[in-house]
T-cell receptor, first 113, second 110 residues
Framework: DVKVTQSSRYLVKRTGEKVFLECVQD?????MFWYRQDPGLGLRLIYF???????EKGDIPEGYSVSREKKERFSLILESASTNQTSMYLC????????????FGSGTQLSVL | SQQGEEDPQALSIQEGENATMNCSYK?????LQWYRQNSGRGLVHLIL?????REKHSGRLRVTLDTSKKSSSLLITASRAADTASYFC??????????FGQGTRLTINP
């Protein structure tokens, strides 16, 4: 069965900390995505990657960076966490091709205090 | 900005009834997808309908697409308690990324 695994289910961090959210997929997918989900705002795309070492900004990249050193792993980095980054973070992957369906991880609920 | 907008925002029905959710979008699309999200979990893909298709079925799910009205509907027939979840539409405008709406929260009452 296909799987997208996010390293943490819940995470609590302090303002100013550097935070790493990890995502691993076992489907050999080229595309990987990071979304954040907030009540009333739905899912918003932060960053995505078409291939190893490639990244593209989504709709809300400010305050975030990403790393994709290996095909199966896509990391989201909060350089200096702030309280407005408290959110549910969802990782997803898809194979190459237009409009292919996304496979999502279970999400990481991040609280920044 | 969000491409799809679901309507209604919340829907509560009795088990066994049919549930209909709608999605409207603003610009032309290649395809439209529907996803389900159980509380606090990731999204699960339900169905994809391409821009040249008008209707698609999968089990108890029926999706329609009207490109002239820029709208889609998701019908769940004979609802069950396990259908309680949030439902999202997502549009593909030709880029690799999907744009999601805010979702419809569906509650099935026993």
């Amino acid at each position: 069965d296909v799987k997208v695994t996010q390293s943490s289910r819940y995470l609590v961090k302090r303002t100013g900390e550097k935070v790493f959210l990890e995502c691993v997929q076992d489907m050999d997918h080229e595309n990987m995505f990071w979304y954040r989900q907030d009540p009333g705002l739905g899912l918003r795309l932060i960053y995505f990657s078409y291939d190893v070492k490639m990244k593209e900004k989504g709709d809300i990249p400010e305050g975030y960076s990403v790393s994709r050193e290996k095909k199966e792993r896509f990391s989201l980095i909060l350089e200096s966490a702030s309280t407005n980054q408290t959110s549910m973070y969802l990782c997803a992957s898809s194979p190459t091709g237009r409009g292919e369906k996304l496979f999502f991880g279970s999400g990481t609920q991040l609280s920044v205090l | 900005s969000q491409q799809g907008e679901e309507d209604p925002q919340a829907l509560s029905i009795q088990e066994g009834e049919n549930a209909t959710m709608n999605c409207s979008y603003k610009t032309s699309i290649n395809n439209l997808q529907w996803y389900r999200q159980n509380s606090g979990r990731g999204l699960v893909h339900l169905i994809l309908i391409r821009s040249n298709e008008r209707e698609k079925h999968s089990g108890r799910l029926r999706v329609t697409l009207d490109t002239s009205k820029k709208s889609s509907s998701l019908l769940i027939t004979a609802s069950r308690a396990a259908d309680t979840a949030s439902y999202f539409c997502a549009t593909d405008k030709g880029a690799q990324k999907l744009v999601f709406g805010q979702g419809t929260r569906l509650t099935i009452n026993p």
